[in-house]
């Protein structure tokens, strides 16, 4: 299925998972609007995220009102944290639960 709203990124942090877990930590429990998935785990450099949203809109609007606060909280003014590498990812094919499967 062909979707044109479905935003998704993969994000790659050269920073210790312990850092990922302060940010998680930072953000809280809630569930962002407009998630639809997110995984988060160790790498040999580091750690990878990947997010699927329902619209860039919706992760621009976390990334503004949640994230970067949560970044700066975790980070201080003298960040040590280092700029991910980020990579939209044109969503061109979207099979989500509950889509009709092909026939």
């Known amino acids: 299925m062909q979707n044109e709203t479905t935003y998704a990124y ?30 988060a785990g160790p790498t040999d450099f580091g750690y990878r995220i990947i997010d699927v949203w329902e619209s860039r809109a919706a992760w621009e609007r976390f990334r503004d009102e949640r994230l970067r606060p949560a970044v700066r909280k975790v980070a ?20 989500r639960i509950g889509d009709d499967a092909p026939t």
């Open 76 to 95: 201080g003014t003298g960040s040590a944290v280092r700029p991910p590498t980020f990579r939209d990812l044109l969503a061109r094919h979207v099979l």
């Open 10 to 39: 993969v994000q790659d942090v050269a920073e210790e998972w312990e850092v990922y877990e302060r940010l998680a930590a930072a953000l809280g429990d809630a569930v962002p609007v407009g998630l639809i998935v997110h995984v």
